[in-house]
């Protein structure tokens, strides 16, 4: 998600990867996968910049996601200490 700015003002956050593609006029018009569009005032190289970004918070969350659940499969792999059945202690 991107925070960007309407012609108006009116301060709009969209996701990011719905964009299809930007069109630079004198504003910056971005058009949507469904149709719709956008007209704001920062212009395209600042907005594929606040995408890179929020792109690589994304990738760095999964990053540390990733060894966190490294970490918890090599816990569930130690071999627990079980407790021996009815049927071994009688032997």
């Known amino acids: 998600m991107i925070e960007l700015t309407k012609i108006n003002?009116?301060?709009i956050i969209i996701n990011s990867r719905l964009i299809e593609y930007i069109?630079?006029?004198?504003?910056?018009?971005?058009?949507?996968?469904?149709?719709?569009y956008h007209?704001?005032?920062?212009p395209a190289?600042?907005?594929?910049?606040?995408?890179?970004?929020?792109e690589q918070k994304v990738a760095e969350g999964f990053n540390g996601l990733g060894?966190?659940?490294?970490?918890?499969?090599?816990?569930?792999?130690n071999p627990l200490e079980a407790e021996?059945?009815?049927?071994?202690?009688?032997v």
């Open 9 to 11: 003002g009116e301060l």
């Open 23 to 36: 069109v630079a006029i004198p504003e910056t018009k971005i058009i949507m996968l469904n149709g719709r």
């Open 45 to 54: 190289e600042e907005i594929v910049g606040k995408v890179i970004a929020y």
């Open 67 to 77: 060894d966190q659940l490294l970490k918890n499969i090599a816990g569930l792999c």
């Open 84 to 90: 021996p059945s009815i049927e071994e202690e009688e």
């Open 39 to 42: 007209i704001v005032k920062e």
